[in-house]
Nanobody, 121 residues
Framework: QVQLVESGGGLVQAGGSLRLSCAAS????????MGWFRQAPGKEREFVAA????????SYADSVKGRFTISRDNAKNTVYLQMNSLKPEDTAVYHC??????????????WGQGTQVTVSS
């Protein structure tokens, strides 16, 4: 029904920036809340950011507030994560997620395959 494909990850030095993209298939994309999670080696997956179906409501983990910005373009079936002032502790595989309830990413219906972000000191 919905497939998610992330891109934009890579290697960056501390203090640098990256923009992740998540391209979604399916005609119902605009009704889903979208979000980003990340998982570092040896750690459990953690919430990063979410945006409602309309784009009007966003939420962020405390660790990324003021540095990361989530946005979406429903006409392009794409959600973005702009990451600024990157720190080594941001290193992880970043996964895109979709929730059909439309408000936040509490119950995940679909996951992307992930894109690697590595921040060097």
């Amino acid at each position: 029904q919905v497939q998610l494909v992330e891109s934009g990850g890579g290697l960056v030095q501390a203090g640098g920036s990256l923009r992740l993209s998540c391209a979604a298939s399916g005609r119902t994309f605009s009704t889903y809340a979208m979000g980003w999670f990340r998982q570092a080696p040896g750690k459990e997956r953690e919430f990063v950011a979410a945006v409602s179906w309309s784009g009007r409501v966003t939420s962020y983990a405390d660790s990324v507030k003021g540095r990361f910005t989530i946005s979406r373009d429903n006409a392009k079936n794409t959600v973005y994560l702009q990451m600024n002032s990157l720190k080594p502790e941001d290193t992880a595989v970043y996964h895109c997620a979709a929730d059909s309830r439309g408000v936040t990413v509490r119950t995940i219906d679909y996951w992307g395959q992930g894109t690697q972000v590595t921040v060097s000191s």
